[in-house]
Structures are given as structure tokens and as C-alpha cells.
């Protein structure tokens, strides 16, 4: 059973228009990490969040991306104003309870940028 | 983190053993060595990690030499399923309080399991 789920599976959205991705954990979590993967690329990383807070962010991530946990279990990824070049798929992840040292991705979102 | 090399392609036939090379010659002592794959277009997906000891699971054996430059992984009886791009990935410690550090993907081995 996965230990996070990420939704939606695949969003489409216009250049220059507001989305939100979404991690949601089967059990409580403290730590978080999105990654992305543009098609035919190595995955990246984007940012990781504990505790409410961000503790690591790549150069990628830049001031059109933000984390939060709105309702302290789902864990959302908001684009302000997409681009072509965030057409990519987005990966969510974690680590089991008692787990520290294996980090379990989410299924992942397909964002299209129009 | 330390780098590490590993060959772009291998063919395995189904029901063999394939063991996938990689090297990191410059891993440090509390370095962690991870094996992910990815399937499709799937969320990478965890296999096993190991620090000094060679290390079983269900899914894969994992070899690390003793100088700790090289590892090997082994799955012992390859079926087509296990047809993905396998990374190696070597990473520091967990930091509590502010969690592992982040995983750094390369282009990894694409393992290709022939019927």
C-alpha cells in the first residue's frame, strides 16, 4: 500500500495560470520532498519541507513555487503562474513511520502546460 | 554527496540473476548507498540501501566492496516487471530535525529484461 497518494493525476493548464498539487499522506508525516521530472530528464529535486517549514529548496525553486500544509495532513506544491518549461511530472515523498532512511515516492502529477 | 557512475544500458534475460554495477569512489564514511528504479513514468521506487554490509530483501541483494568504492546490485531471478531505469544513489545520514537530505538522481541503468 503506497504511503502517499498525489492527486490530481494529471492537470492541464495555461500558460501563465495558477495550479496546485497535492500530497496526500496515508499516515501522519513530518517530512516531505517534491521532486520533478521533465519528460525524457533525470528526476530533480525541488524542496523539502519539516515541521511546517521549508529546510531545503533548489535553485529551481524559485518565487513562482510554494509549499504549505493547508489543513496539517495534505502537503500541496502551487505553481503561481506556469510556464511552458513546468510541464513535467511531479513527485511527491515521504518516509514510512520508524523509516528514516527510505524515502517512498508518490505516484506522481503530469503537469501540461498549454 | 558523493558522485556515482554506473552503465547507461544492460540486457538481462528473464529468470537470470542481473547485477547491476555502480561505482562511488568518493563516498564518504556515513554515506549512505540507495538503490531506486523507475518504471514507465512511475514515482521512483525504493529498493534497498546499505552502509558497509552486504544487505537482502525481498526485493534485491545489495554488495558493497569492502573500500566501500563500489556496490552491486542483485536481483536474483529477473522477471520482465523488473524491465526499468535502476539509479544509484549515495546520501548522507538522516538529520533529525530536519530530515534526510534529499536524494540526487543521475541517469541511472536502463535494465532491460528479454524473454
Known amino acids: 500500500e503506497p504511503e502517499v497518494t498525489q492527486t490530481p493525476s494529471h492537470q492541464v493548464t495555461q500558460m501563465g495560470q495558477e495550479v496546485i498539487l497535492r500530497c496526500v499522506p496515508i499516515s501522519n508525516h513530518l517530512y516531505f520532498y517534491w521532486y520533478r521530472q521533465i519528460l525524457g530528464q533525470k528526476v530533480e529535486f525541488l524542496v523539502s519541507f519539516y515541521n511546517n517549514e521549508i529546510s531545503e529548496k533548489s535553485e529551481i525553486f524559485d518565487d513562482q513555487f510554494s509549499v504549505e500544509r493547508p489543513d496539517g495532513s495534505n502537503f500541496t506544491l502551487k505553481i503561481r503562474s506556469t510556464k511552458l518549461e513546468d510541464s513535467a511530472m511531479y513527485f511527491c515523498?515521504?518516509?514510512?513511520?520508524?523509516?528514516?532512511?527510505?524515502?517512498?515516492f508518490g505516484p506522481g502529477t503530469r503537469l501540461t502546460v498549454t | 554527496d558523493a558522485k556515482t557512475t554506473q552503465p547507461t544500458s544492460m540486457d538481462c534475460a528473464e529468470g537470470r540473476a542481473a547485477n547491476l554495477p555502480c561505482n562511488h569512489s568518493?563516498?564518504?564514511?556515513?554515506?549512505?548507498v540507495y538503490w531506486y528504479r523507475q518504471i514507465h513514468s512511475q514515482g521512483p521506487q525504493y529498493i534497498i540501501h546499505?552502509?558497509?554490509n552486504n544487505e537482502t530483501n525481498e526485493m534485491a541483494s545489495l554488495i558493497i566492496t569492502e573500500d566501500r568504492k563500489s556496490s552491486t546490485l542483485i536481483l536474483p531471478h529477473a522477471t520482465l516487471r523488473d524491465t526499468a531505469v535502476y539509479y544509484c544513489?549515495?546520501?548522507?545520514?538522516?538529520?533529525?530535525?530536519?530530515?534526510?537530505?534529499?536524494?540526487?538522481f543521475g541517469q541511472g541503468t536502463r535494465l532491460t529484461i528479454n524473454p
Open positions: 544513489i549515495v546520501r548522507g545520514p538522516l538529520i533529525f530535525f530536519q530530515g534526510a537530505q534529499k536524494l540526487v
Open positions: 546499505g552502509l558497509k
Open positions: 568518493t563516498i564518504s564514511g556515513n554515506e549512505y
Open positions: 515523498a515521504t518516509f514510512p513511520p520508524g523509516r528514516l532512511l527510505e524515502q517512498y
